[in-house]
């Protein structure tokens, strides 16, 4: 059992004071999730005699026994005064709205101007920003997650992270922490993310085969839109509107990446870029330690998202071996995250948001009927093992035929 008296701060502490993002999210309005809190003038040790439960970070961070909520001791030096040590360590903080502290009296202390940053919806550095260089890409995820808010970056932190960024210290970044922070921005807002990371000069460090795009022509027969780079934002704000899922917001990030490597005197076309692609991608999710299904699907879909746009022409045995390359049978789900990123491709053109993706809904009817297959019926009837899986390839072919000549005749 818990004693009754742990919790209880150790004597001579101050606080707790409530701090971090539900400060910032109350002050906005927003529900509260997380409660985070800064205890001034604890040790490590009072907190754990006190019951507290010491977690693993980078600085001393200890969980109610009872609440599990985080309290965390004051980075930096003491200062003689607590409410100077307070605000030393809210100044160490990433953005000036993530450094209010509210005391047990419902105070503020806002030494960054914080609050008023909220107000004017600006988000802006504090001064030791620049400590940490991942708060470049953290900044980009905060600019997402509030747009809708209209917040908006202030031009001398658009500065000082050009400067970072140029100064080559976003350059040693672990890969797992950049993709985590990539994450949390396409999941949010991946137009204003991806938007915002070119604003500040980090995608051309962080994914230069992106940022190769913008400038790029395309047709504009097909692409009003004419920049490749363009067309990936429309692309991703019709990904944001049809599915919440990253593996889906991923691929159309990256589904156009062949179209950087095409020689400037072959613009605007880009014949092969689908397989193209694939390097980059590769390099890409290796580099930063992207998960291994993010990753398939991505090349899936820069290899085949032409066939999918096509899916209406393709003979029977050319949509077997779509079905069967992304293993549709085994993985619709997977298959039908393929179609998303395709309609959003196709969506994702100056004019044509609007417009319906029929070949999704053809594509996903084949799946259903090839799905419907009793394989086990099939292999009953073969004299030996070695002939079931033709048979099965033929009867997936059969249906697929009967469905295609129902589509065309529609």
């Known amino acids: 059992m818990i004693d009754e008296a742990a919790g209880k701060l150790p004597p001579g502490a101050c606080g707790p004071w409530l701090v971090g993002g539900a400060v910032r999210d109350g002050l906005l309005g927003l529900p509260l999730k997380d409660r985070d809190w800064l205890v001034i003038g604890a ?17 001393e961070v200890f969980l109610h026994p009872r609440t599990r909520e985080e309290y965390a001791l004051p980075r930096g030096e003491p200062q003689d005064d607590p ?45 030791c920003f620049a400590e940490d260089p991942l708060r470049v890409l953290r900044l980009a995820r905060f600019a997402a997650r509030y747009a809708g808010l209209g917040f908006d970056i202030a031009d001398d932190t658009v500065r000082l992270c050009r400067q970072l960024c140029e100064a080559g210290r976003l350059a040693d970044l672990p890969g797992e922490r950049i993709y985590q922070e990539l994450l949390g921005g396409i999941s949010a807002d991946p137009v204003v993310f991806l938007a915002s990371l070119r604003q500040l000069g980090a995608l051309a460090v962080l994914l230069p085969e992106v940022e190769a795009l913008f400038g790029v022509p395309q047709p504009a027969q097909h692409h009003p839109e004419v920049d490749a780079g363009q067309h990936l934002l429309l692309a991703l704000g019709i990904a944001a509107r049809i599915s919440d899922d990253p593996a889906v917001r991923f691929g159309v990030l990256f589904h156009d990446l062949g179209k950087g490597l095409t020689p400037p005197e072959e613009w605007p076309r880009h014949l092969g870029h689908e397989r193209a692609g694939v390097e980059p991608i590769l390099a890409l999710c290796r580099r930063l330690r992207i998960p291994n299904e993010i990753r398939d699907l991505a090349v899936l879909a820069s290899r085949y998202h032409l066939h999918a746009h096509r899916a209406g022409e393709l003979r029977p045995r050319t949509l077997l071996k779509l079905i069967t390359a992304l293993d549709g049978p085994r993985r619709p789900e997977r ?76």
């Open 43 to 59: 040790t490590p040790a009072q907190m754990r005699k006190a019951g507290y439960l010491p977690v693993g970070r980078g600085f």
């Open 83 to 127: 409410l100077e040590t307070l605000k030393a360590d809210l100044r160490c903080r990433d953005l000036t709205i993530n450094a209010i502290a509210r005391g047990p009296d419902e105070r503020l202390v806002d030494p960054c101007g914080g609050a008023r940053d909220i107000a004017e919806r600006r988000l802006r550095h504090t001064p």
């Open 335 to 410: 298959f039908r995250f393929f179609l998303k990123i395709c309609e959003a491709d196709a969506r994702g053109r100056a004019g044509m948001e609007q417009q319906p993706y029929p070949q999704a809904v053809f594509l996903d009817t084949l799946l259903d009927g090839v799905r419907a297959i009793d394989q086990r019926a099939i292999a009953a009837t073969c004299d030996h093992p070695r002939q079931v899986a033709e048979a099965i390839r033929r009867a997936r072919l059969d249906v697929i035929t009967a469905l295609a000549k129902g589509h065309r005749s529609a």
